[in-house]
Every structure is written in structure tokens, then in C-alpha cells.
């Protein structure tokens, strides 16, 4: 008789944190259609978020690319990266958030970073020019990254008054905005930006830099 009752009280319990969180949908759009690799994120401006326990993520270089091209993080998060290339890579940041270098280490092997403070860390490679990814460090748990579909889904947020943000490689800014959310709802909400020119350094013909 003692068990059920304490499963009956833990899906109340379950149920009824559900009901008290809120969430947010975002459509975000450019003016070459759905955006892709855009971070959202909501800053709670009444209370500070939980406490990062442990976290962990990985930016992998393969093909003579870093994948994924944004990773978005909580400051505290162990980074690792990979090369899982037959090359060798030149990892370096001059990002004010963190500024480092890992010189040349061999295939299958891996290195770690700590990103403790917030900002936008962009990586680039001292070898092969075109490559390029970026570290979004973030003080607030919620967030979220799109994918082909430009959709931003943010759920499980206690209710309350937000800064939400969203910032993508080709904004000129990042775009903020105060947001409250309600217990229970999950508005949509489509946002479409202007985006800059694509910076980025066209790749080299594979071939045509020899040993590269
Ligand atoms: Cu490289």
C-alpha cells in the first residue's frame, strides 16, 4: 500500500512542476529564409539561475572544418576538441572571453578547454584559413541553438520576467528584448533579422594545397 501512494505523489508532484514552468518558440527568419545556427536565450532579470553542476561539450575537427560551427555553453563547461583528421590543426582564440592556443597535436587525440567567462569566443585554425566555429558562453541554462528550421524551442523556464536574446554570426548586434513568461504557456513568436554579408573564407580546392 506504501509504494503506490508514493507513485501517486511523485507524478502529482511531476505534473504539477510541469504546470509551473513556461516556455517560449521562436521562428526566426533572415532574408534568405529560415536561420540557422542562431542562439536564443532567456536572462532571468529577478533571480539568479541555478548553478552549473558539471558540463561538458565537444567541438570536433574533421574534414579540415570544426563541427559544429556554433556551440553554445554555460560558463564552466569543459570543452573538448578532437582531431579527427589524417592533419594536423592550429586551434586559436584572440576573443577577449577567452584567448588561447592549441598548437599542433596529432590525430585521435584530444585536448580540453574551460570556458569560464561569458561572451562569444570565435576559433580560428593557424593552418587552414577558411576554418572557423564559435563559442556562445552563457550565464543563464536556458537556451537554444536552431537548426535548418530557424525554430528555437525554450521549455521548462520558471515563469518570470526575461531578457531574451538572440544572437547569430551575421547580426551586426545581438537582439534583445524583455520577455515575461506565464506558467503553463508556451507562446510562438517569429522574429526575422537582416542579416551581413557571409564573411567567411571560401576553402581552398581540396587538392590544391598538397600536403594541407
Ligand atoms: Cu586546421
Not at 529564409?33 to 575537427?61: C, K, M, N
Not at 594536423?88 to 592556443?101: D, G, L, N, T, W
Not at 597535436?105 to 578547454?113: N, P, Q, R
Request: net charge neutral.
Amino acid at each position: 500500500m506504501r509504494l503506490p501512494i508514493v507513485f501517486l505523489l511523485t507524478a502529482l508532484f511531476a505534473l504539477n512542476l510541469r504546470a509551473e514552468t513556461a516556455g517560449l518558440t521562436l521562428t526566426l527568419t533572415s532574408q534568405e529564409g529560415p536561420l540557422e545556427d542562431a542562439v536564443a536565450s532567456l536572462t532571468p532579470l529577478d533571480f539568479d539561475p541555478p548553478p552549473l553542476d558539471r558540463a561538458e561539450a565537444e567541438i570536433v575537427q574533421d574534414n579540415k572544418e570544426y563541427e559544429p560551427y556554433v556551440t553554445v555553453i554555460r560558463a564552466g563547461t569543459v570543452v573538448r576538441f578532437p582531431n579527427r583528421d589524417s592533419v594536423q590543426h592550429h586551434i586559436y582564440s584572440v576573443s577577449k572571453p577567452k584567448r588561447f592556443e592549441l598548437p599542433l597535436y596529432a590525430s585521435g587525440e584530444s585536448k580540453t578547454e574551460v570556458f569560464e567567462r561569458t561572451g562569444v569566443v570565435t576559433l580560428g585554425c593557424n593552418i587552414h584559413d577558411w576554418m572557423i566555429a564559435y563559442v556562445v558562453v552563457m550565464h543563464t541554462p536556458w537556451f537554444a541553438k536552431t537548426k535548418f528550421d530557424g525554430i528555437a524551442r525554450l521549455d521548462g523556464i520558471p515563469p518570470g520576467r526575461y531578457r531574451l536574446e538572440v544572437w547569430h554570426p551575421r547580426l551586426s548586434r545581438a537582439f534583445t528584448r524583455e520577455i515575461t513568461l506565464a506558467a503553463g504557456e508556451n507562446p510562438g513568436e517569429a522574429l526575422t533579422f537582416k542579416l551581413k554579408p557571409d564573411r567567411r573564407i571560401r576553402r581552398a580546392p581540396t587538392g590544391s594545397t598538397g600536403g594541407y
